[in-house]
């Protein structure tokens, strides 16, 4: 394992770096995603069984000027309830696709620095042709905010700032812009520019659970709707609901917290898979988990702070 140093200048944080090799005219990293336990997509039990592993290729931004793969090991979950087998979602890769998120932003950054498609293929080594599909998808020089506005950040390659955000139309899924810096002053300084006739032509403003960005489109897009995207709602709630789960096991006598055995599976899976015999464990489990004004405390999010969120 490299130490946290190497991975913090690879900015690969999120990922478990396990070897680098430098070669003359490129960059190969060998990584993996954490194990951990997952929630099946098809029944929504927690599962933590390894079904197998996979390794992809992965084109990445960069490094070191040369062009980078970095060789991502995936985990392959097997749900017990179920059966079905998955990968669960991350933040590096979006599903089925063999490129960063950061290096199809860096691209998009590139093209709106005027840099031809052919001089970026060659600087990371990819077909020009891949870049040349993407154009119909960008609308970096759009003059008007979409309907729905999406905002995405993510960790790039801009040197200065460790995140960058992409605005998205989140009906046409077309790159409005690339920002290279989240943080709040810099968004107002760029939405500010905006009429307001434009800001008001935004009904939806999409984000993560980020207090920054609700700030912003509660200044600048009145009109909105502010909407929390489901992945990270759906992972805050969970981590919510395991800290209070842990919090009150922990109070338990001895005898009940092995009576309440796997307490977290069992919170987790839909009633229409869970066995008769466990209904009373569940409607116990609910009694002493599911508060949610607890929630609310760990979280710092409810029904009235989101909104529409």
Same mark, same amino acid.
């Given at each position: ?107 998009? $950054? %590139? /093209?709106? =620095?005027?840099?031809?498609?052919? &001089? ?6 990819? +077909?020009? *042709? ?66 307001? $006739? %434009? /800001?008001? =032509?935004?009904?939806?403003?999409? &984000? ?6 609700? +700030?912003? *489109? ?68 609910? /009694? ?22």
């Amino acid at each position: 394992m490299l130490s946290n140093c190497i991975k913090n200048l690879l900015n690969l944080k999120e990922l478990n770096v396990k070897s680098v090799k430098n070669f003359k005219n490129s960059v190969q990293i060998y990584a993996e995603l954490p194990i951990s336990e997952q929630i099946c997509p098809c029944c929504g039990t927690t599962t933590s069984k390894i079904h197998d592993h996979y390794t992809q290729a992965i084109r990445d931004i960069p490094a070191q000027f040369k062009p980078t793969t970095i060789f991502l090991k995936k985990t392959r979950y097997e749900c017990k309830n179920c059966g079905k087998s998955f990968y669960p979602q991350n933040d590096f890769v979006a599903k089925y696709k063999r490129k960063s998120k950061r290096l199809v932003y860096y691209i998009v $950054e %590139q /093209l709106k =620095n005027n840099i031809s498609a052919s &001089t970026i293929a060659k600087n990371i080594n990819i +077909d020009a *042709g891949f870049i040349s599909k993407m154009l119909p998808y960008l609308s970096i020089t759009n003059s008007t905010l979409p309907r729905v506005l999406c905002i995405d950040e993510f960790k790039g390659n801009s040197g200065k700032y460790k995140y960058q955000v992409a605005l998205l139309d989140g009906e046409t899924h077309k790159v409005i812009d690339v920002l290279e810096c989240r943080h709040k002053h810099f968004l107002c300084d760029y939405f500010k520019k905006f009429p307001k $006739e %434009q /800001l008001d =032509n935004v009904k939806y403003l999409v &984000t993560d659970l980020w207090e920054s960005y609700k +700030d912003i *489109g509660m200044t600048y897009f009145r009109k909105a709707k502010i909407v929390a995207d489901h992945f990270h709602w759906a992972r805050y709630a969970c981590n919510a609901l395991d800290k209070i789960r842990i919090e009150v096991q922990s109070n338990l006598p001895k005898s009940e917290r092995k009576y309440f055995k796997h307490p977290r599976h069992l919170l987790l899976s839909r009633r229409c898979k869970i066995k008769e015999n466990r209904y009373d464990k569940l409607e116990i489990l609910n /009694l002493l988990f599911l508060n949610w004004s607890n929630v609310q405390k760990h979280t710092k999010i409810g029904l009235m702070k989101l909104r529409t969120l």
